[in-house]
């Protein structure tokens, strides 16, 4: 009979008790919020990084350039492409394009001495080189600077299976865009060698 008493009160008890219910929808309400949250934070941190590597791999190959004391040619641009890829870790070949400009001080405008690239950038030329007036710093007449331009693909981690259904809303894959603009160091103008064979003059 004692036993029959106890058992009858535990059921009883049970049967009022609602705190463990309401803890367990609770939990199985916010659990999908907890976990886009923690998606979130790694898929922008991990972009925040990527275009911080991008910006500083750039700053390091403007650096490189400005000291350069002899010509660069198509040797030189295939080897700082892949310190580029190297140094970004990204995992398509990212775009470079190396630049010097001039200012011309009678007609108030910017002139591409010479535009070389590796990638799908293109050669920068008077035509667009306007677009970057307000990047470039103040200039004397004749004088040179190197623009350093770098593009790298950034694809979000999350971007398949479970990152599909806790989506971060405004993560796309993106190209990261990067410019250094940086005077030659030790030269007035660093010169592009098109054809170290030919006795045509390099272009400086």
Same mark, same amino acid.
């Given at each position: 009979m004692i036993l029959l008493a106890t058992l009858k009160r535990q059921i009883g008890k049970?049967?009022?008790?609602?705190?463990?219910?309401?803890? +367990?929808?609770?939990?199985?309400? +916010?659990?999908?919020?907890?976990?886009?949250?923690?998606l979130a934070t790694l898929q922008y941190?991990?972009?925040?990084r990527t275009q911080l590597?991008?910006?500083?791999?750039?700053?390091?190959?403007?650096?490189?350039?400005?000291?350069?004391k002899g010509t660069i040619d198509?040797?030189?641009?295939?080897?700082?492409?892949?310190?580029?890829?190297?140094?970004?870790?990204?995992?398509?070949s990212p775009d470079l394009r190396?630049?010097?400009?001039?200012?011309?001080a009678s007609e108030s405008k910017h002139k591409v001495v010479w535009s070389e690239f590796s990638g799908a950038l293109g050669r920068l030329n008077d035509a667009n080189i306007n677009a970057y007036f307000d990047v470039i710093p103040i200039m004397g007449d004749g004088e040179r600077t190197i623009i350093v331009e770098?593009?790298?693909?950034?694809?979000?981690?999350?971007?398949t299976s479970i990152g599909q259904i806790f989506r971060v809303h405004g993560l796309e894959p993106m190209d990261m865009n +990067?410019?250094?603009?940086?005077?030659?160091?030790?030269?007035?103008?660093?010169?592009?060698?098109?054809s170290p064979s030919d006795s045509n003059p390099p272009k400086c």
């Open positions: 049970f049967r009022k008790e609602e705190e463990g219910a309401s803890q +367990s929808v609770e939990f199985l309400l +916010s659990f999908p919020l907890l976990v886009w949250a923690l941190f991990d972009a925040y590597i991008s910006t500083k791999a750039t700053i390091t190959i403007g650096d490189m350039i400005s000291r350069e198509s040797v030189y641009i295939k080897g700082t492409s892949d310190l580029l890829n190297f140094l970004t870790l990204a995992d398509d190396i630049s010097v400009v001039s200012w011309n770098t593009v790298t693909r950034y694809t979000p981690k999350f971007g +990067s410019i250094q603009v940086i005077r030659p160091r030790f030269t007035t103008s660093v010169c592009w060698d098109q």
